[in-house]
């Protein structure tokens, strides 16, 4: 059964370790995180950004293939599913498809609209015993058509939010999705300690997870970051796994051109990749 991230979350902040949101594109994606879940004992999060979820037909297969798979792999751990960088509309697509947690990310409103829509949402996600993710600031690069420069976020700002009632919040710290460039200047510690000075025990969120070095991942963790998102990594461990595959000629070999043979590899690899995460961030054994 699906559920909220809040527990999950909570339980993270005071035992000073992450939940990794792991984002999924496919049934092997999510096969592999699940699986991997459940061996190492770790509470765990499918993350589906708008993109993924259009192009696995819509947030309604997306959430009857968890639910199903979960059941058939018999996962005991606690999963939570979560819409990443929603819009407003995508938010209530996900609460009428059962999702058991959203984003909305108002992060490029002015900060009175990025309110109202947020408090909206609270209101809705508290009635249907969902967990929900706002973010302020922005997390550079690129994630389904909304640009972000990475810039800081203001803690007073997200101290408007947070006292909404949000369940965890993602506040810029100079942090962006997909490879870090060579002249990225790393975390603002500054900026999210003055963060968790203003919103007190709310769990933290940090987007961009692929590329940031261990000793900032555990520094970021030590001040308060309960909650780490990782895609790029998994799709550049998938794409160099098939690639692998592919050149040794082995989809030449027999019928290794059955796409489950195919995908095989790059399945593996996503499971590694997420162990290495679960490692870092603290969670195997947590569930």
């Not at 990794?20 to 995180?33: P, R, S």
């Not at 947020?118 to 508290?126: G, S």
């Not at 810039?151 to 919040?169: H, R, S, W, Y």
């Not at 399945?267 to 195997?284: Q, W």
Request: charge should be negative.
């Amino acid at each position: 059964m699906l559920v909220s991230a809040k527990e999950m979350l909570e339980k993270a902040r005071d035992g000073k370790y992450a939940v990794g949101q792991f984002n999924i594109n496919n049934l092997e994606w999510t096969k592999a995180v699940l699986l991997t879940a459940e061996e190492l004992r770790s509470p765990v999060i499918l993350g589906v950004s708008e993109g993924a979820g259009k192009y696995m037909t819509g947030f309604k297969t997306v959430a009857a293939m968890v639910k199903a798979m979960m059941e058939e792999l018999k996962i005991t751990v606690p999963v939570a599913l979560h819409l990443d960088h929603g819009t407003y509309d995508g938010c209530y697509k996900c609460i009428e498809a059962g999702f058991s947690s959203i984003m909305f990310d108002g992060s490029h409103y002015p900060i009175a609209e990025n309110v109202e829509k947020t408090k909206e949402l609270v209101a809705v996600c508290r009635e249907k015993g969902m967990s929900i993710e706002a973010e302020v600031g922005s997390i550079g690069g690129e994630e389904d058509g909304v640009v972000g420069a990475g810039e800081c976020a203001d803690p007073n700002e997200c101290k408007q939010i947070a006292d909404l009632g949000v369940t965890m919040l993602a506040a810029g710290i100079g942090n962006i999705h997909g490879k870090y460039p060579e002249n990225w200047a790393g975390l603002s510690f500054e900026t999210l300690a003055a963060v968790k000075e203003k919103v007190g025990d709310m769990p933290l969120v940090l987007h961009g997870g692929t590329g940031i070095p261990e000793d900032q991942i555990k520094k970021a963790i030590s001040l308060g970051v309960a909650k780490i998102n990782v895609n790029t990594e998994c799709q550049i461990s998938f794409a160099e796994a098939t690639r692998a595959y592919i050149e040794a000629g082995k989809d030449q070999q027999g019928k290794g051109y059955d796409p489950r043979k195919l995908l095989l590899p790059g399945t593996e690899a996503i499971k590694a990749t997420v162990k290495e995460k679960m490692e870092l961030f603290g969670s195997i054994g947590k569930a």
